[in-house]
């Protein structure tokens, strides 16, 4: 599980560091999206843990995920962030 959220995020700030022009709806998006992703595992395995316990905690995870991931999108968006001045 951590190593999927971990994938998930390294996707996110990949698809980051790609973005052309203003980029900062483009850039807020993917992060949204990255967490999602992870979030989207998370329930899944979710939906095949052994015991109700587990299932309770991932599904947690994967709403606390979502939330962090809007939350990250919001602030992007709201920074106005110049992301052609991050290109290298």
């Known amino acids: 599980m951590k190593l999927t959220l971990k994938a998930a995020m390294a ?6 560091a790609a973005c052309g022009g203003r ?5 807020g998006d993917n992060a949204a999206e990255a967490a999602d992703a ?3 595992n998370m329930e ?10 587990t299932e309770d905690a991932l599904e947690a995870n994967a ?4 939330e962090a991931g ?3 999108e919001e602030a ?13």
Request: glycine content about 4%.
């Open 63 to 66: 709403a606390a995920t979502r």
């Open 11 to 16: 996707a996110g700030l990949l698809a980051l």
């Open 38 to 40: 992870a979030a989207d």
């Open 76 to 88: 992007i968006d709201d920074a106005d962030v110049d992301a052609s001045a991050n290109k290298q």
């Open 44 to 53: 899944e395995a979710a939906d095949n843990a052994t015991n109700e316990a």
């Open 23 to 27: 980029g900062d709806d483009a850039a």
């Open 70 to 72: 809007e939350d990250k």
